[in-house]
């Protein structure tokens, strides 16, 4: 009877736990970090797309990187672009940009830390790291 009631407390606790965990507000930095890798998703996923029109070949690159200072002026430009107002996945991914710019200045602006300003890393991401077997 006691291992039983102490395996059911245990499967409680963990399962309280694991409830909390999912439910706990995203931080500040949390939430920059995810909308700018659905961001970068979203622009790979348009780049290589076939239906989208060919004004998006001359879209300015969009990696982001949110410890890169340059990221600000990043997303200001590609906002700004002039180009690609008819397609709809543009115009969607310019709102989220434009989304990630007012987080990064208003609501994060000190919660961030900025580690590099190398606006040159923006513009060809790093690949990852082959691995060798």
Same mark, same amino acid.
């Given at each position: 009877?006691?291992?039983?009631?102490?395996? &059911?407390?245990?499967?409680t606790?963990?399962?309280? @736990?694991? /409830?909390?965990?999912?439910? !706990?507000? +995203?931080? #500040?930095?949390?939430?920059?970090?995810?909308?700018?890798?659905?961001?970068?998703?979203?622009?790979?996923?348009?780049?290589?797309?076939?239906?989208?029109?060919?004004?998006?070949?001359?879209?300015?690159?969009?990696? &982001?990187?949110?410890?890169?200072?340059?990221?600000? @002026?990043? /997303?200001?430009?590609?906002? !700004?672009? +002039?180009? #690609?107002?008819?397609?709809?996945?543009?115009?969607?991914?310019?709102?989220?940009?434009?989304?990630?710019?007012?987080?990064?200045?208003?609501y994060?602006?000190?919660?961030?830390?900025?580690?590099?300003?190398?606006?040159?890393?923006?513009?060809?991401?790093?690949?990852?790291?082959?691995?060798?077997?």
């Amino acid at each position: 009877q006691l291992p039983t009631m102490k395996m &059911l407390l245990l499967l409680t606790a963990l399962l309280s @736990a694991a /409830l909390l965990a999912s439910t !706990a507000p +995203p931080t #500040c930095y949390s939430r920059v970090l995810s909308l700018s890798k659905e961001i970068t998703e979203s622009f790979k996923e348009l780049q290589t797309s076939k239906m989208v029109d060919s004004c998006v070949e001359r879209l300015p690159r969009l990696y &982001l990187d949110i410890h890169n200072y340059c990221v600000l @002026a990043k /997303l200001r430009d590609f906002v !700004a672009y +002039p180009g #690609c107002d008819r397609v709809v996945e543009v115009n969607e991914l310019k709102e989220k940009a434009r989304s990630l710019y007012t987080i990064l200045i208003s609501y994060c602006r000190r919660d961030l830390v900025f580690l590099t300003d190398d606006c040159n890393a923006l513009e060809i991401p790093v690949s990852p790291p082959i691995e060798h077997s």
